[in-house]
């Protein structure tokens, strides 16, 4: 007689979680069980993997109403701790970009890039509970005639604070290099010249969108993890990339699917909502994010048990190609490999430098998974799937 394969749904999923039955172990786990047992075994003894990244995220922001004053008013330019928000919207409505930057900042226009505070530092301060000075201006009519406020709010003061991030979760991203003469400062961090160091951004086998490479189970709707919160997918993200060259197992080895997301900045934790500044460059913000991938069947086990031998990302000259619009692959590395300290590229070993954090990524990975044991935690049934490639 032959094997019956694994086929659950979200529902059945969900009726174990409730029970207290269901079995959900992190992606660092089942890269183990697949290894040991296979993905058919795997499949049939597991409900949930957990995934997890922490890493800056510049697409990212908050939209914050910050409430009717008297007299009225209509905000049309706008600034929180000098950071200049967005007011092209309602009368109270504004939106706090990432990588916005503080207008007083010292080094402003003494050193271009080298910012200390900006969009992201003022959602941290926002979301850690610190006042910050809302300061807007308006042009004043007759149903909206202020012009201008100013004044010390915190979290508790807004009527309404979401974080809203147009392209999170890179699925991959670029290993940086230099390959010019100088010492260069980039979003991918500072990169020494004549390929000194190599820098990277995703947590290989824990990163979401790597562990379900064709988005068979997120789309819009789907409950996250999300700057200590629940959140949820709204859709895909800006520069979603589902024809990206693809690998083993359907890897995608250059920058691929990303996601959209919001939250409620007020259940939010400041450890995973955090302000950085980039040296040369600029401020941006760091997102813990983390996505619960519903082991539906064998070929979701499969998708899950991914290692880091098994997943590569291309090499980029950030001082010659990138800045010219090319991305021009030089070589594949593993995230093994990155995540050994140095890889081999041009005949000498290179340093290699994370921006993002493996610790941060499996500690979401683990809080995500204890959510889910006690029942605190239910998986959402995507509304609208994301664009997505024919499988291989």
Not at 57 to 86: D, Q, R, T
Not at 110 to 135: C, E, M, N, S, W
Not at 333 to 339: H, P
Request: charged fraction near 20%; aromatic fraction near 8%.
């Amino acid at each position: 007689m032959p094997k019956k394969n694994v086929s659950r749904t979200i529902q059945d999923i969900n009726a174990r979680i409730k029970k207290g039955i269901a079995v959900v172990i992190t992606a660092e786990e089942m890269t183990d069980l697949v290894k040991r047992k296979g993905a058919a075994k795997a499949a049939k003894e597991v409900d949930v993997v957990t995934t997890g990244t922490f890493a800056p995220m510049c697409s990212s922001g908050a939209f914050i109403n910050f409430g009717h004053s008297k007299p009225a008013f209509k905000a049309s330019k706008a600034w929180l701790n000098n950071v200049p928000a967005y007011a092209g919207l309602a009368a109270v409505d504004i939106y706090m970009g990432a990588t916005e930057l503080a207008e007083d900042d010292p080094l402003n226009g003494v050193h271009p890039g080298q910012f200390k505070y900006g969009g992201g530092h003022v959602i941290h301060d926002l979301i850690a509970g610190k006042k910050v000075t809302l300061r807007a201006t308006g042009y004043g009519t007759d149903c909206y005639p202020g012009k201008e406020i100013e004044k010390k709010v915190s979290i508790s003061d807004l009527p309404y604070a979401a974080l809203i991030n147009p392209r999170n979760a890179y699925q991959n991203y670029n290993c940086a290099v230099n390959l010019s003469s100088k010492t260069i400062y980039t979003y991918m961090g500072v990169l020494k010249p004549k390929a000194g160091n190599a820098n990277y951004s995703t947590s290989g086998y824990l990163s979401p969108l790597f562990n379900d490479p064709y988005y068979l189970t997120v789309g819009m709707g789907t409950r996250i993890f999300l700057g200590g919160a629940q959140g949820y997918v709204i859709g895909p993200g800006t520069q979603h990339n589902p024809l990206a060259e693809r690998g083993k197992n359907g890897a995608p080895v250059n920058p691929a699917g990303t996601l959209m997301v919001m939250g409620d900045m007020k259940e939010m934790s400041p450890k995973w909502i955090v302000g950085v500044s980039m040296l040369g460059y600029g401020c941006s913000m760091a997102v813990g994010l983390g996505l619960p991938i519903p082991i539906l069947n064998e070929e979701m086990a499969r998708y899950t048990g991914v290692s880091d031998e098994e997943l590569f990302a291309r090499i980029i000259d950030y001082g010659n190609d990138y800045p010219r619009g090319e991305g021009k692959s030089l070589a594949y590395v593993s995230y093994a490999e990155l995540k050994s300290g140095s890889i081999r590229f041009n005949g000498k070993d290179i340093p290699t430098v994370p921006l993002s954090s493996h610790v941060r990524a499996l500690e979401i990975a683990n809080t995500l998974k204890v959510w889910i044991e006690k029942g605190e935690f239910l998986l959402t049934e995507p509304q609208v799937m994301l664009p997505t490639a024919k499988r291989k």
